[in-house]
């Protein structure tokens, strides 16, 4: 067995299941089969398409409980959690299911030499590489589009995550879907590289990290393909001495502590004007005080463990180090004395540039705070990074937090609000943050042809 690929519960460092991992002439035969699929699903109708991801997204709604523990058991989310990305996967393969003819309809260009157009037609066989930390809503914001728009699919999930790939394409299975419009590659990270340079893989999705990306990237650019790149963040939480605590609080608590702090989006550095400072780190403290770690199985626990024991360690070194450089560790910073692969939800402050709390993206449920005078020190420590995926500001000031959401740096800036992703609004960053856009129309015409009909006179 390939001891890469298996399910390692990180909530007991148990491994539940291992799996062989295909071959190079297994792979490059469910190619084939997408290629062939292809030449005859992009002039499927938008109809037929439609009823078929209408049938995954029920199918999915169905399974719930049983995919639900799959995230679970694979990557430590707390089961209510779990419950709530299939909810949520479901809805954004029905989203495109439902726009996708009005997203790509024909759009007519005003001309005086004759009558033109631009038609949206699909490209071919799409590679997708997606991370562990949301098994089905990541892979539902790739294949849900381009599925609907007319191009088929291959899959590499993160190999921690084995069985939730699996169940992924079984849906597919389940609603009828014609052989090689969905497809769950079980390989190791290291042979993407290959898959990249297929002839017949046309274009690549990766959501992961900074440096999967620019490899990523530098292959597809190389063989003259398309790609989109959602990579790291460090995204910044402005504070204003006029917001609402309360939404402060609820920003906190869904923005960085949700999934265990493990998300592009989490809120990993919180700026706090110095007037209400001390009343939100005296409240967040309280809350991590008292939040139960413990089996995310159980119906009660707030957070379950971090992903793996590499990832713990990680942060455990995050932690240390920037402790042992000056920053004041507020509550938590140890692992828990269990099985399984737990820490303490952890509150560091007067964090400084060389400390690895500041300069890098700390990927996990450690709550980072700065205590700032003014708007321009909140500014300069949101931008004083080489991430740009999200930011919010919390105020009461609206017309005041849209003047300075216009000064970060940054993909998407939510107001009163923790960052988060729906079917309707667009995805992505800037800088290392990466390239190109998910959910929203914008996400659909990645990987589309956008060809000119010219009639003349």
Not at 83 to 104: H, K
Not at 153 to 174: R, Y
Not at 350 to 362: H, S, T
Request: charged share 25%; hydrophobic share 40%; proline share 5%.
């Amino acid at each position: 067995m390939a001891s890469s690929i298996r399910t390692l519960n990180p909530a007991t460092g148990k491994v539940e299941k291992e799996f062989q991992a295909y071959t190079s002439e297994e792979i490059n035969k469910y190619i084939d089969e997408a290629n062939e699929l292809y030449k005859q699903w992009r002039f499927v109708s938008y109809e037929e398409r439609k009823v078929i991801m209408k049938r995954v997204a029920n199918e999915m709604r169905k399974q719930k409980s049983h995919l639900a523990s799959l995230i679970t058991t694979e990557m430590g989310k707390p089961l209510r959690e779990s419950e709530i990305e299939i909810d949520y996967s479901a809805n954004i393969i029905e989203y495109y299911a439902d726009n996708a003819e009005e997203f790509l309809a024909n759009t007519p260009i005003e001309t005086q030499k004759g009558t033109a157009y631009v038609v949206s037609e699909p490209i071919g066989v799409l590679l997708g590489v997606m991370p562990w930390n949301f098994p089905f809503s990541q892979i539902a914001r790739f294949a849900g589009p381009h599925i609907m728009a007319g191009n088929t699919v291959v899959l590499k999930t993160a190999s921690n995550i084995p069985q939730c790939g699996i169940a992924l394409e079984q849906l597919f299975i389940d609603a009828g879907a014609p052989k090689g419009l969905y497809k769950n590659l079980l390989m190791s990270g290291k042979d993407t590289d290959k898959i990249i340079e297929n002839p017949k893989i046309v274009g690549v999705s990766l959501t992961g990290s900074e440096a999967a990306g620019a490899q990523v990237a530098s292959i597809a650019g190389k063989h003259v393909k398309p790609s989109v790149l959602e990579l790291g963040g460090s995204d910044p939480m402005i504070v204003l001495n006029d917001a609402d605590i309360e939404k402060v609080m609820n920003g906190t608590i869904n923005g960085r502590l949700r999934n265990a702090g493990q998300a592009c989006t989490s809120s990993k550095r919180i700026i706090v004007q110095e007037g209400i400072y001390n009343e939100y780190l005296e409240r967040i403290t309280a809350y991590v005080n008292q939040m139960k770690v413990d089996d995310p199985t159980l119906p009660d626990t707030d957070m379950g463990p971090v992903s793996s024991e590499n990832a713990m360690n990680g942060l455990l070194d995050q932690i240390n180090d920037s402790v042992e450089k000056g920053a004041t560790l507020v509550s938590g910073g140890k692992r828990l004395d269990r099985d399984g692969f737990f820490l303490q939800p952890t509150i560091l402050t007067d964090l400084k540039p060389g400390m690895k709390g500041y300069d890098e993206e700390i990927f996990g449920p450690v709550v980072c705070i700065w205590k700032v005078k003014d708007i321009d020190e909140a500014l300069q420590i949101a931008n004083d990074t080489p991430y740009g995926l999200g930011a919010s500001i919390y105020t009461e000031d609206v017309a005041n937090a849209e003047k300075i959401a216009r000064k970060i740096d940054s993909g998407m800036v939510f107001i009163n609000k923790q960052v988060s992703s729906s079917p309707e609004l667009p995805f992505g960053g800037v800088k290392n943050s990466g390239y190109g856009r998910e959910l929203s129309k914008a996400g659909i015409l990645e990987f589309i042809n956008k060809k000119l009909i010219m009639i003349a006179k």
